[in-house]
């Protein structure tokens, strides 16, 4: 089956750090460009950061440049984790975060209907 699974979100406050991770079962990550979405209330998901599944390249919203990190566990036995590093976190960062997959392996137009599979969402809240 299928499936990607997001974790590593919770409460932080404002300046904080925190880790997400994305793990796929049922078909291998190193083939697929994988994206970092993100969904506040009341507003429309947005596209956060990519990783090739070819060069190892990166895209990242203007709002997040130099604070996160997308990257590849290359490990063996992790070898099918993405993570997102989120650092100097700000209280616009909230929202609930989603991984996806894209066999095409688009990276930097970050469009919903380019992705192949999703993940169910971690909750990331950055309040004082």
């Known amino acids: 089956q299928v499936q990607l699974v997001e974790s590593g979100g919770g409460l932080v406050q404002p300046g904080g750090s925190l880790r997400l991770s994305c793990v796929a079962s049922?078909?291998?990550?190193?083939?697929?460009?994988i994206g970092w979405f993100r969904q506040a209330p009341g507003k429309e998901r947005e596209g956060v950061s990519c990783?090739?599944?070819?060069?190892?390249?990166?895209?990242?919203?203007d709002s997040v440049k130099g604070r996160f990190t997308i990257s590849r566990d290359n490990a063996k036995n992790t070898k099918n984790t993405v993570y997102l590093q989120m650092n100097s976190l700000k209280p616009e960062d909230t929202a609930v975060y989603y991984c996806?997959?894209?066999?095409?392996?688009?990276?930097?137009?970050?469009?919903?209907?380019?992705?192949?599979?999703w993940g169910q969402g971690t909750q990331v809240t950055v309040s004082s």
């Open positions: 049922g078909f291998a990550l190193d083939y697929y460009a």
């Open positions: 996806a997959a894209d066999r095409a392996n688009h990276v930097g137009t970050m469009r919903h209907d380019e992705y192949d599979y």
């Open positions: 990783i090739s599944s070819s060069d190892g390249s990166t895209y990242y919203t």
